[in-house]
Structures are given as C-alpha cells and as structure tokens.
C-alpha cells in the first residue's frame, strides 16, 4: 500500500517495522466537551486506514490516548487549562468532566462504526510513567529545569522542525491575544515536560514527583503511551493535521532523545473539516455533533460516507445540502443492494469477483483513496454479475468502510412504513405553506430529507417518497 509520509512529503510503499504486523498511534480527544464532527472526521479516515491495514492481511495493533490532563488551550503550553475550563463551565469536577465526556466520545464513535483502539489510555493513569520518561530526558540532558517547571530543551537536538522548515521567528508563541510569553525557556520551542509553577492555583490534579507536585504537559504523554504499548519502533502515527506542529513535532523530539534512534516511520494526518463559517472550534462550543445530526433526522453513518466521498489530505467543507445529497446517494447503494439481498441463486464468478475487488484494493492501495473505493462499490452494483457474486463483495468492501450495507439493505426489504415522524413534518409542512411561510416550509422539506424521504406537490395532493 502507498500511503502519504508527512515527515518525507510524498506518498510511500508502506513497509512495517515487523513484517505481518503493524502498530499504530492515534491521538485521543481532550475530553472537556462533546467531540465535534471534524474531529470525527479524522477519527473516521483513522479506523478506515486501520482497518483496510486488517484488510490486507496485517495484525494491527492500535493505540489511543485519552487527553483528560495538560492540554492547555494554545497548544503551545500556554493559554488555560483546556480540563479546568471544562469543569468551570459545568461545575463539575475535572475527573467528573473526563469521564462524562470520553463515555460520549465512545458513544458518537459506535454510532460512525469507529472500532475501539485496541489499548485505550488515559493520560491521568500513566503519571509514573511520565515522570519516569522526563527523569531520563533530565539525565540525558535533553530536559532542564527553569522557574519550576522542566522543559524540553530543542536546542540539543540535531533537527527540530521535521515537518516544515519552521523559523524560529515565526513561532506563533507570545504573539496571541492574552498569551504571555514564557520567560523561563531557554529557546522559543522549548516546551514544557512538567508543570509545577502553575498559573493555574486551582489546578485539581497535581502529583507528587522528583520535580516537584504538579502535572505533566499534554505533548509528553504520547510519547509514553504509544512506546510503552508500542515498543521502541511504531510504525504509523496518526492524527488531525493540526497536531502535526507543534504536538507531532515535540512527540518526535521528546521520544527520539529518549531512545537515540528514530521512532515513527509514517505520519498520517487527516485534513479539516471546515464549516462555510471556517473552523469549527470547540473551545468556542461553536460546533456540530453527532446528536445534533441525529436531531435533525440524519443516521450517523451517512456522516461516515459522506466523509469516505473526500480524500483525508484535502480540507472538507461541511454543509447541509452536501450532507443530504450524501443521504441521497446512501439510500441508491441501499435500494440497490436490497434487490440482491436475498438472491442466493448460482455460485460466486471468481473472474468478476476478482476484478471488482481489484477496483477496490487499488483505491485504497493510492493513499487510501476511499471515494474511488466508493466508486468501486458503483461498479460492483452497476456490474452484470450475479447477486450472489455482488453481495459477497459488497459484504468485503463494508469490513473497510462501515457503512452497515448489508443491515439496512434488509431493513429496506422489510417494507418499512412511512415513519410518524415524516408524516408529522409533512402536516407542518402543510401548514406553513399554507400561512404562505415559505422559509419555515423549506427548512421542514430540509428535514424530511434529512429523514431519507421526499415530499412532492402534485394534483392529487401531497406524494411522500423515499429517496
Ligand atoms: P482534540 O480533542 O482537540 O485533542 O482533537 C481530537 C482530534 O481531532 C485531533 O486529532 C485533532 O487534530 C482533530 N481535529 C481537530 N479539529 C479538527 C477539524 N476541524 N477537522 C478534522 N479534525 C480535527
Ligand atoms: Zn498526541
């Protein structure tokens, strides 16, 4: 498989460090609100990659962080504790916002058929560890103290900015709005390893260490986690592209001056999903989520294909006519596939199987390219093969795209009735244009897509249809 290298710009044969297995990274959510759905967007190309690497055959192995200590809101370290914000804002406590919010990250993730990582961690349960890294980072000379907290001293390292050739002058620290610069480092990308001499006096989780009660930055417990579950060598880090600087790059710096060998061969970052407004900020809480789509009528796994339609290196605008004609082209796949369901009739034709399936391995092979893939799944519909043929690859391709094809491909087959609530919405519907309310009666018309249905006027009064 080619997959797209951040750290050398160009797309590679992926080649793991243990042939037949492959290791990967995923940074977890910071679990101080709802997960918006860009960042499920990268969450979604992730568990594709992951398991189109199953797919072929690999054993993988996939961890994840849970970030529910040290993310400050500028991801330069400095700015207010993104975990205490959070908890001010609920009144709540920092562990009971933690939970409350990784239980509702997994939640959204089981609605999009993200899989479980297979090692979860959350950072707060890794403290010793943390210290026991940054204790060797100091030893090495890689780590100084200054003012109370310890840094991560760039100027020891051989290359610092391995993404982009980032000048030192341009570094965004000290030049946002209410952020101070911070006097006690030695260089402007030195970062902190450990907190003590907090800003922040309600600071609720601090812990003793040999540099003193504190807490650890957000950068170094990825680092721990992934070569702690790992091993020395991980094969593919993943992420939103805006973790590559500065977080991707520090974990680099951190793990390579702990190990003195490379560490990660393959960076993965997925690119943003933007609203017509720009980014999507949770810190502003101005953002979508996956309930609110289901509010609004929309099956979560609709967002999952209309997100496999993109490439994961392009940034990908969010709106709501994209979405519903996502659910437009969704339901196609699924009529479609209903007509084959339940045709068991002749054997499977290994000569179209194969070459269909080759449609689909190619895409996926180019760096992952999930909307030919989708394209792939066209063509096995539009095929002449036979159903049986049609299904078992239909039933292949949905182990990589998780688009419950199959499942709702039967439910259609069981002739559901128009749904109560469709039929309630069109009587408002009604309504509204009746009061000449034109604006209200295209929003409902917006929803009853959302819902997989279309409402036409015609002479013999109004025709509800599914999409
Ligand atoms: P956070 O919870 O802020 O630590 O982010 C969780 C993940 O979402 C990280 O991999 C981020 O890089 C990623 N991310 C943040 N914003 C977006 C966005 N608008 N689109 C896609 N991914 C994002
Ligand atoms: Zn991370």
């Known amino acids: ?37 860009g960042n499920l ?16 055959g690999l054993d993988v192995t996939r961890v994840m962080n849970i970030t529910d200590v040290g993310h400050l809101t500028s991801d330069g370290d400095t700015g207010d504790d993104k975990m205490l914000k959070g908890a001010k804002r609920e009144h709540k406590t920092v562990m009971e916002i933690a939970q409350f919010y990784t239980d509702a990250f997994f939640s959204d993730c089981k609605k999009l058929n993200i899989k479980t990582p297979d090692v979860v961690v959350p950072a707060t349960s890794y403290i010793d560890e943390f210290i026991r890294v940054i204790q060797a980072l100091m030893d090495k000379g890689y780590a100084y103290e200054s003012g109370g907290n310890i840094y991560f001293d760039t100027s020891k390292l051989e290359k610092y900015y391995v993404f982009n050739d980032f000048k030192e002058e341009d570094l965004a620290v000290g030049v946002r709005e209410g952020v101070e610069e911070d006097s006690n480092k030695r260089n402007k990308a030195d970062f902190v390893l450990w907190f003590t001499k907090s800003k922040f006096d309600s600071q609720e989780l601090k812990w003793d260490s040999p540099f003193g009660t504190g807490y ?51 960076w993965f970052h997925v690119h943003h999903l933007n609203t017509n407004s720009g980014k999507m900020s949770k810190s502003k809480g101005e953002f979508l989520t996956v309930s609110l789509l289901e509010e609004k009528g929309y099956n979560p796994v609709v967002y999952r294909y209309f997100c496999l339609l993109s490439h994961y290196r392009k940034s990908l605008v969010f709106d709501w006519d994209n979405l519903n004609n996502a659910v437009i082209s969704y339901n196609k796949i699924i009529e479609k596939t209903a007509l084959l369901v339940n045709d068991n009739s002749g054997d499977i034709d290994g000569t179209e199987y194969d070459r269909l399936m080759k449609n689909f391995t190619d ?36 182990k990589v795209l998780g688009l419950d094809l199959i499942e709702n491909a039967m439910k259609a087959n069981q002739g559901e009735e128009i749904p109560e609530e469709v039929l309630e919405l069109v009587e408002e ?9 034109f604006t209200l009666a295209d929003e409902i018309r917006n929803k009853i897509t959302a819902l997989g249905y279309e409402v036409r006027e015609t002479r013999q009064g109004v025709e509800i249809r599914k999409i």
């Open 1 to 37: 498989m080619q997959l797209y290298n951040s750290l050398s710009h160009k797309k590679e044969e992926f080649i793991p460090h243990e042939a037949g297995k492959a290791s990967i990274y995923t940074c977890g959510p910071t679990v101080y609100h709802y997960a918006h759905i």
């Open 216 to 266: 650890p930055g957000w950068h170094i417990e990825c680092s721990c986690i992934s070569m702690k579950n790992l091993g020395e060598y991980l094969d593919i880090h993943c992420g939103g592209i805006d973790n590559a600087f500065p977080h991707h790059t520090n974990e680099i710096a951190q793990s390579e001056a702990y190990l003195g060998h490379e560490w990660c061969s393959y």
């Open 429 to 437: 519907r009604k309504n509204a244009r009746k009061e000449k309310n």
């Open 363 to 398: 895409a996926l092979d180019n760096d992952l390219n999930t909307s030919l893939a989708i394209t792939a799944l066209y063509d096995v519909l539009k095929s002449e093969t036979n159903s049986v043929t049609k299904i078992a690859l239909i039933k292949e391709f949905d």
């Open 41 to 56: 967007r990268t969450y979604i190309m992730e568990d594709v990659l992951e398991k189109y690497l199953r797919f072929t």
